[in-house]
């Protein structure tokens, strides 16, 4: 939480946890970061139809995702290591109300398998 932004930054736990970015979930300026490595100028405009086109069917590797957004595949095969069609790490919201008493908690957790580890909990 700053003057700026109120947030949390388990919001992004998941990125920082794989040190890649699923291109079927992140939000739209997360994409533009990853992104940003292949080319600055039209991370943009990538992540935009990306996100166009995960909205009718996700995509299942990023060949695919190369394939559909042939004009940057070249930006997309240059962002490679840092992007990805699936994740390991999630962040789980809880919400609880009993009347007029809220409580809210993030956790992020690693599965591998059948196995999941938390990463870590914040709760207000």
């Not at 920082?16 to 992140?26: E, H, M």
């Not at 139809?49 to 069917?57: D, F, H, L, V, Y």
């Amino acid at each position: 939480v700053s003057a700026t932004r109120d947030e949390s930054a388990m919001k992004y736990l998941g990125l920082w946890g794989t040190r890649q970015v699923n291109i079927n979930t992140a939000p739209r300026h997360v994409l533009e970061a990853a992104l940003a490595f292949g080319s600055i100028a039209d991370a943009p405009k990538i992540a935009e139809a990306i996100i166009q086109r995960r909205r009718t069917k996700p995509f299942s590797d990023i060949e695919e995702a190369k394939k559909d957004i042939f004009r940057y595949a070249n930006a997309i095969e240059k962002c490679q290591p840092f992007i990805t069609t699936t994740s390991t790490t999630f962040t789980v919201r809880v919400t609880a109300v009993s009347g007029v008493a809220r409580r809210v908690a993030l956790a992020g957790v690693n599965r591998e398998g059948r196995r999941v580890k938390r990463i870590a909990v914040i709760s207000d």
